[in-house]
């Protein structure tokens, strides 16, 4: 199967910055979509941002001009670099992995980590 292990999320105050990283782990071919989704408390887990193997992002309005979504192909690797931090940013940030392809006709997925705390004080 495949595991995906987050790292990086912290307390920050408002204004600062943090990088997420992700791994993924398995009998992975390639991934078609690698992303960060969030989710605050007692509220539904949100899309923060994608990005294809090709490269291709899409980030919510939210965070647009202050987080970047960035990978590595050849290591499984996706990274969220988060800069201008604000208190609403505040979650339980999750990474997800779309589209493993695992054999020539087989993909499997979506797959998710287990979540890494992100906390801003303002």
């Known amino acids: 199967q495949v595991q995906l292990v987050e790292s990086g999320g912290g307390l920050v105050q408002a204004g600062g910055s943090l990088r997420l990283s992700c791994v993924a782990s398995?009998?992975?071919?390639?991934?078609?979509?690698m992303g960060w989704y969030r989710q605050a408390p007692g509220k539904q887990r949100e899309l923060v941002a994608r990005?294809?193997?090709?490269?291709?992002?899409n980030l919510a309005d939210s965070v647009k001009g202050r987080f970047t979504i960035s990978r590595d192909n050849a290591k499984n690797t996706v990274f969220l670099q988060m800069n201008s931090l604000q208190p609403e940013d505040t979650a339980v940030y999750y990474c997800?992995?779309?589209?493993?392809?695992?054999?020539?006709?087989?993909?499997?997925?979506?797959?998710w980590g287990q979540g890494t705390q992100v906390t801003v004080s303002s």
């Open positions: 398995g009998s992975i071919s390639t991934i078609n979509f």
């Open positions: 997800a992995a779309e589209g493993i392809r695992i054999t020539p006709w087989a993909t499997i997925g979506p797959f």
């Open positions: 990005i294809s193997s090709s490269g291709t992002t």
